[in-house]
């Protein structure tokens, strides 16, 4: 039911993702006098779907707390949750009120052992192709073990989405020398850098190494992510706005943009906001994919393929011992005397 | 002495700016046997100008410790801000050592009464137009009062830049909702919003904000801004990158660039860092312009043309008159009974 359209692009949007993947299967919550028109156009979709019911829809505008208060057991977000605690289904997409999704999730679902705050992961592209980027804004603020606890689930999420075996995991700072930014960062390093997990950790990260690519995971606490990401959808826009203008400008522009057209072609696509439609909500005990609210059909698509992408490659397991050979070692570490002296 | 290049770049790029300001004269602080030959190639230049010889310059790689350790009184940088400090010179120019640059002009110059902690600004380039967003790094963390002589200084400067009466702020926060982001910027929020200093506060805007130039100042600390500006720098490149490639890939893109090439040209110029090359310490009692290390003299000349402007409209009188406003007006509001309970 959410998003700014609601079925109408949830539907199309999964029948897109049923082609692709013809072994997945659909439930969808919400008001069935809505979805059930929708879903009629799309018969292979529909035979791999069900629909449960509910009045209950929690609102784009609904603080947390009310989502909460009105949705709790019956809105058709918690529901889609109740389903995957209860293993009925693999993941839970939604487009809805992403403060009212965190919230209900952490109830729902509740944290993984290990993880004490859920991150928001987003796929980045990048001139090497894409890298993950987590917290993009679930949660504000960050002490250096939570910041260590993202990088470990980013990096099991990049195993899991790129299929690469020791992904390179950076921490986002200012300055990359080890003496340089926040005191929680340099303090994150230090764990990531004596810690005996096997991540690759690469150092400390500046804003422009997101866009060079210079590391598959990207790690910041959720402030920091979310100014980053919309600062860069910003700059974007505005290039995008400053090409079109000057195209518009004169003959010739116009000209050579009719011929450079496969140009602008490969460049829309690269830069495509659908194409990498679908942030995780990484630290729960479920899988729950974020689409954007205003995405269409492809978008949305997009955001189920990543689920199911995770989920047949195993994401919550990878997270899961990531987090669990992690505490082991932080206890090993904090009962050794001489790492308490060196610390 | 400073930045990649010393003199070869600095010579030439004030010969530039003193070819578009006729008035202005020219103090060189370093050594002679390097600037003097460059100078001497202008003569136009060489005629306003004048050379203060010392063998101590900054090295680009010391810490702000050690620079201050061998080049206090005696570098290059420190005698330029001592021509600061005595009135010798409206305003220092320098594409060295960012932190050694910045520590040095706190004790050189201190800070002016009302701000307690030097900020970065920096020029950005937006849809419509420039903005200035500051802290981009001066300082890492700030608290509600000092964003809040930020955003005085940061207005003072838009007024002596855009020759605009009544600049638009904005807080950088992450949700435009009153309630949203961090505390200390709902702080700063609420004394911008209660004060009866003459700023035209919008209120927060989000990272796509800045591209989209919706204020004309944007108001953040220095971890958050240099991460925006590092990040947007990165897309930039990556977006001229995948433009590029997708050019080159085809015989028909080849043709169509040739056509559209003033179009690119336009891009290029809109978003050449040479243009908005320099950032500006505010809060210090003297004019200081950073150069980007890496510029070339078109970029230097932009940086010494964006002080000649901030000098001849009286930036550092703007920003005192500004901090005055808001300390007595923070007295009285403090010492007001009924306000405490409110707040």
Not at 1 to 7: A, I, R, S, V
Request: aromatic share 6%; glycine share 12%.
């Amino acid at each position: 039911m959410g998003g700014d359209f609601g079925p109408t692009v949830v539907v199309p949007g999964c029948a897109i993702a049923r082609e692709r993947y013809p072994d997945s299967r659909f439930l969808f919550f919400g008001d069935e006098q809505l979805i059930r028109p929708v879903l009629d156009k799309h018969p292979d979709l529909a035979a791999v779907s069900e629909i449960e019911h509910t009045d209950v829809a929690v609102r784009m505008d609904d603080k947390p707390s009310q989502a909460l208060r009105h949705g709790r057991r019956v809105s058709s977000m918690w529901l889609a949750l109740e389903a995957v605690k209860a293993g009925r289904a693999d993941l839970m997409v939604s487009a809805g009120n992403t403060g009212a999704l965190m919230a209900m999730s952490k109830l729902c679902l509740r944290m993984v052992p290990g993880a004490e705050r859920p991150a928001l992961a987003a796929i980045w592209p990048n001139i090497r192709g894409e890298g993950i980027v987590l917290d993009v804004g679930a949660t504000i603020g960050a002490d250096a073990e939570q910041l260590v606890t993202f990088a470990v689930m980013g990096e099991a999420m990049a195993r899991a989405l790129f299929g690469i075996e020791k992904p390179t995991v950076g921490l986002l700072n200012i300055g990359v020398e080890e003496v340089k930014g926040l005191e929680y960062i340099r303090a994150a390093g230090q764990i990531l850098r004596e810690t005996s997990l096997p991540i690759n950790y690469y150092g400390f990260v500046e804003g422009d190494d997101i866009g060079k690519g210079t590391v598959d995971v990207v790690v910041c606490e959720g402030f920091t992510g979310n100014i980053a990401l919309k600062s860069t959808e910003g700059t974007a826009k505005q290039l995008a706005h400053f090409l079109r203008a000057g195209m518009r400008r004169g003959l010739l522009s116009r000209i050579g943009f009719l011929f450079a057209k496969g140009a602008f072609d490969t460049l829309r696509e690269k830069m495509d906001p659908r194409k990498s439609n679908g942030g995780v909500f990484l630290g729960l005990n479920g899988m729950v994919i974020k689409s954007h609210g205003g995405t269409d059909p492809e978008g949305y698509a997009a955001a189920v393929s990543l689920g199911y992408h995770l989920s047949r490659n195993d994401l919550m397991n990878k997270i899961g011992a990531g987090l669990e050979t992690f505490s082991k070692d932080r206890v090993s570490t904090e009962a050794s005397p001489a790492e308490v002296v060196n610390s």
